[in-house]
């Protein structure tokens, strides 16, 4: 059974930073396509990076790509999202995503990823 566990959201004021974790069991990872999305009240979920868990390949939105860094643990099966330089902007719930045999690559659609944690709330306040 796959587990994907995120953690690290809170209240932060503007400027501060995160950094988000997501545990994940049940998977083999070697392929798999790794994705950070966020979605705020009254907005579409909106892929902000990827990384494929054996390539180590990324991609950032053009939204987030100067203030977020992702990265993996192979050994803790964890997988990390830093966000510096936090806005009001970027309060939203925050989900992990995974998705097999994406070979060496990842995506930022929500609509690539078969496997979802069930979200971290990350509020910035002004």
């Known amino acids: 059974q796959v587990q994907m566990v995120e953690s690290g959201g809170g209240l932060v004021q503007a400027g501060g930073s995160l950094r988000l974790s997501c545990t994940v069991s049940?998977?083999?990872?070697?392929?798999?396509?790794m994705g950070w999305f966020r979605q705020a009240p009254g907005k579409e979920r909106e892929g902000i990076s990827c990384?494929?868990?054996?390539?180590?390949?990324?991609m950032y939105s053009d939204s987030v790509k100067d203030r977020v860094t992702i990265s993996r643990d192979k050994d803790k099966n964890t997988l990390y999202l830093q966000i510096d330089s936090l806005e009001p902007e970027d309060t939203a719930m925050y989900y992990c995503?995974?998705?097999?045999?994406?070979?060496?690559?990842?995506?930022?659609?929500?609509?690539?990823?078969?496997?979802w944690g069930q979200g971290t709330q990350v509020t910035v306040s002004s």
């Open positions: 990384i494929n868990w054996s390539a180590g390949k990324t």
């Open positions: 995503a995974a998705e097999p045999g994406s070979g060496t690559w990842c995506y930022l659609s929500q609509y690539e990823y078969k496997y």
């Open positions: 049940g998977l083999n990872f070697d392929g798999y396509a």
